[in-house]
């Protein structure tokens, strides 16, 4: 079973600053997908990024970009130039290419105030 | 525009009380899936289904049915509610993995 684990539960971060995101996760398989979603006040699940195990290199949209290491099983978001519409709750997710029910497994998330 | 619905958006109810949430998607979706979610723990998945009349456990199935008679539809049945399953639900929808899930917009459940 894979766990995903987010070690920072709040974190705030001055607006046009930068800030940093923590994740890490275990798992035994090789094939595997890692998201980073965002939830504002409103409660809505929203895709923030996506990096597939294999590829090397970083994912990046926009402002926001991952820094993943496969070895370490780490996988961290960085918010460029924060806004306030930035501030919401943030959760890691972990899938596995080959889970029959396309499961997600999530993090605690990480609550991110940006300030004016 | 493609979306996933859930109703209703809150709801409060008392134990033992047999309650349905109805989640529909317009996306022709083959995968949709059950959520919850709790202060620390994320979501967790409760249920989830391949298609029209295939539906499995997900991680925390305890008290909870679903049922998929039509791709577009995936309810959440809770036949016996209890208070530890007061939570936040999410029914989410993709086309076969591994792509994107599509959540819906959550409905509050507190049991008394």
């Known amino acids: 079973a894979q766990t995903v684990t987010q070690s920072q539960p709040e974190m705030s971060v001055q607006e046009a600053e930068t800030v940093t995101l923590s994740c890490t996760y275990d798992?035994?398989?090789?094939?595997?997908?890692l998201f980073w979603y965002k939830q504002p006040p409103s409660r809505q699940m929203i895709l923030v990024i996506r990096?597939?195990?294999?590829?090397?290199q970083n994912a990046t949209e926009n402002r926001f970009s991952v820094n993943f290491q496969k070895a370490a099983k780490s996988f961290s978001l960085k918010i460029s130039d924060s806004q306030l519409g930035d501030t919401a709750m943030y959760f890691c997710?972990?899938?596995?290419?080959?889970?029959?029910?396309?499961?997600?497994?999530f993090g605690g998330g990480t609550r991110l105030m940006v300030k004016p | 525009e493609a979306q996933v619905t859930q109703n209703p958006r809150y709801l409060i109810t008392v134990t033992g009380k047999k309650l349905t949430v109805t989640c529909s998607q317009n996306?022709?979706?083959?995968?949709m899936s059950w959520y919850r979610q709790d202060p620390g723990l994320g979501l967790r998945q409760i249920y989830y289904?391949?298609?029209?009349?295939?539906?499995d456990k997900g991680d925390v199935p305890e008290g909870y049915k679903v049922s998929r008679k039509e791709k577009r539809n995936f309810p959440l049945i809770l036949e016996s509610p209890s208070p530890n399953q007061t939570s936040l639900y999410f029914c989410a929808s993709s086309p076969k993995p591994p792509y994107e899930q599509y959540f819906g917009p959550g409905t509050r459940l507190t049991v008394t």
């Open positions: 997710a972990f899938m596995n290419r080959f889970n029959a029910g396309n499961m997600l497994t």
């Open positions: 798992t035994s398989e090789s094939n595997y997908y």
């Open positions: 289904s391949m298609n029209v009349e295939v539906t």
């Open positions: 996306m022709n979706h083959e995968y």
């Open positions: 990096q597939e195990a294999y590829k090397q």
